[in-house]
């Protein structure tokens, strides 16, 4: 495989990074959502990295600081994909340690996500780097 490049998300992205969620991840994707989103990323709140593949996107991860009044200050990882036949190569790896990267430098200790029930073999790989599994979480939803 070609050299894996991680770096900050741009708006050029936005047609792959939609076309993973919807590809790879199963969900609804509309582009021009997903750009206004990356216009008005707050840097000091949050940060998106890309994973490109001679030049291509091949996968992103989105994170963002979680403050609760009752904890140190974590980053929270919102989403992680890699595209199907690029996983297994190291790339979520690095998008990970690039997420790292940032809440270290942010002065954040402790990082958190949330990972569907359904979705093992990422439970595994989340372990493997050093993620502890917490607890379990029924997730509500209202529409306004």
């Known amino acids: 495989m070609s050299k894996i490049v991680i770096r900050t998300v741009s708006t050029d992205d936005a047609n792959e990074i939609c076309k993973i ?8 994707c509309n582009s021009s959502l997903v750009m206004e989103k990356i216009k008005n990323i707050n840097v000091y709140r949050e940060a998106v990295y890309v994973a490109l593949v001679d030049e291509i996107v091949v996968g992103f991860i989105h994170i963002e600081r979680y403050d609760v009044l009752f904890l140190e200050t974590m980053a929270n990882i919102l989403s992680l994909a890699v595209k199907a036949t690029y996983r297994n190569s190291g790339i979520g790896k690095k998008l990970i340690h690039a ?3 940032w809440a270290v430098k942010n002065n954040i200790k402790a990082m958190r996500l949330n990972s569907g029930i359904s979705r093992k073999v990422a ?8 993620y502890n599994f917490e ?6 939803e209202k529409l306004l």
Do not use: T, V
């Open 135 to 140: 607890k379990e979480q029924i997730r509500f």
């Open 99 to 101: 997420a790292e990267e």
């Open 21 to 28: 969620c919807s590809e790879d991840l199963g969900y609804s």
């Open 123 to 130: 439970h595994n790989f989340y372990r493997h780097l050093g």
